[in-house]
């Protein structure tokens, strides 16, 4: 690369590169980077299964309104794709820290907007096209958020602690979705449900506003990571030719790019299917179960997730990631019809357990498979690779599979059998993602 082209790159480089970071310094950036931005995406999953149907879609059934939300939901999950690509670009060429910076601002601009749209009262068509449009922007923005958290922390990270370290990453899944659920577990307690859905179903998305201004002072102090630095300078002084392109990705790490999103399945599925997606389903046809039953319970499996999440991390590379993570797959496949069973039956106990033991597969899952993601793809291709993989296994399994599932629930009455056959099916994708893996090279 010539001198020229690589100026933007260096200009990118804090003035402390290279110096070590803490464990404490990685973990903050990495946590609640990702946190902020799982906390944007997931408080509109609640949202859609709770208000937007009667106030951007009016005029419907109640379970088909809250579909045509749900499928407002869906589209962002399109969008991470393209958001993987263009993050990746930037992450792989210009540096890590740039492309989080940016899509820390993408996120926090269309989360903020959302709080402020008409419904479909004031603004008629508008005001559903409004909110597609932010949907759609958010789904870009998180496309290119989680590869790069999880590199951050990774290429930071000692040898003996990448499974710890990329585990950060997950805890801020984790921590964002059990702050989701606070938020709108205290809104709920505080107004009315007349409120709710008039005005106050728009303060966690304002909220969202302190967040990011706080996301963004952490990642500007953000130094780049050593191994991209390391592979820049390669690049300046001409021993290494300039980063492959995309169509060299697919071409050179197609197998790596399949396995990624096979794998990352069954962690969609538990997220969509056994926490957000729970939401409608419960709301439409348990009527046991309160809003506020659901919200609790995620809040409670969110803070066991932490523990357990942390637990796997530590012994991860001890009981073998490609292990964890296949058994996460296999206990979600016996799992996911004992499940439904529980939930069925109505009652916030039963509902928790059911809960609690899927926290199980998704902290097995945590702990291992963010530095496994990150050792399928080289330096110069690891930013758009791991997004990719991301972006396409939450696009079939958090987006495709489970909207799927809910409307045949519909369509059969209510029948919770599409919602345990979708947790088998990307159980099953898990597994198959982990055999190709261990027949890949790893790029350390």
């Not at 990774?154 to 990329?166: C, F, I, N, W």
């Not at 039963?350 to 926290?359: D, I, K, P, Q």
Request: proline fraction near 5%.
């Amino acid at each position: 690369m010539s001198g020229t082209a690589a100026e933007p790159a260096r200009a990118n480089r804090p003035a402390t590169a290279g110096r070590p970071l803490s464990a404490a310094r990685i973990a903050g950036s990495s946590l609640l980077g990702t946190l902020i931005e799982i906390f944007d995406f997931i408080i509109y999953s609640f949202m859609a299964a709770l208000v937007f149907g009667p106030l951007f879609f009016p005029g419907a059934s109640p379970w088909m309104g809250t579909l045509a939300a749900l499928a407002t939901h869906a589209v962002a999950f399109g969008m991470r794709p393209l958001g993987a690509l263009l993050f990746g670009k930037l992450g792989d060429s210009r540096g890590r820290r740039t492309a989080l910076l940016t899509s820390m601002l993408v996120m926090g601009g269309s989360t903020v907007a959302i709080g402020l749209l008409p419904p479909f009262a004031v603004a008629g068509f508008w005001a559903p096209v409004l909110l597609v449009v932010c949907r759609l922007l958010q789904g870009l923005a998180v496309g290119g958020e989680w590869g790069g958290a999880v590199l951050v922390a990774v290429e930071h990270a000692p040898a003996k602690r990448k499974s710890l370290y990329g585990a950060f990453v997950q805890l801020g899944t984790v921590l964002g979705i059990g702050l989701a659920s606070s938020v709108i577990l205290v809104v709920n307690l505080w107004v009315s449900e007349d409120a709710f859905l008039s005005w106050a179903w728009r303060l966690p998305f304002l909220a969202s506003a302190l967040l990011i201004a706080l996301g963004l002072v952490l990642r500007r102090r953000l130094e780049e990571t050593p191994a991209f630095l390391a592979e820049l300078a390669e690049r300046e002084s001409g021993q290494r030719s300039a980063r492959p392109t995309v169509r060299a990705v697919f071409r050179d790490h197609g197998l790596a790019l399949l396995a990624g999103s096979l794998m990352w399945s069954a962690s969609c599925s538990f997220l969509y299917v056994l926490m957000t997606g729970l939401v409608a389903y419960t709301k439409q046809y348990v009527p046991a179960l309160s809003a506020v039953d659901v919200q609790l319970g995620l809040v409670l499996a969110s803070l066991l997730l932490v523990v357990l999440t942390v637990v796997f991390a530590v012994h991860a590379d001890r009981w073998g990631r490609e292990r964890l993570t296949a058994g996460s797959g296999i206990v979600l496949v016996l799992w996911a019809f004992p499940a439904f069973w529980l939930i069925d039956g109505g009652g916030f106990g039963a509902m928790l357990l059911a809960m609690l033991v899927g926290t199980l597969c998704y902290a097995a899952f945590n702990g291992a498979v963010p530095s496994l993601l990150s050792e399928l793809f080289p330096v110069d291709a690891r930013y758009t690779g791991t997004g990719l993989c991301i972006s396409f296994g939450t696009a079939v399994a958090g987006g495709l599979l489970p909207i799927g599932a809910l409307a045949l629930v519909g369509s059969s009455g209510g029948s919770s059998v599409p919602l345990s056959l979708t947790l088998v099916l990307c159980g099953v994708l898990t597994v198959l993602g982990i055999v190709l893996a261990r027949r890949l090279p790893r790029y350390r």
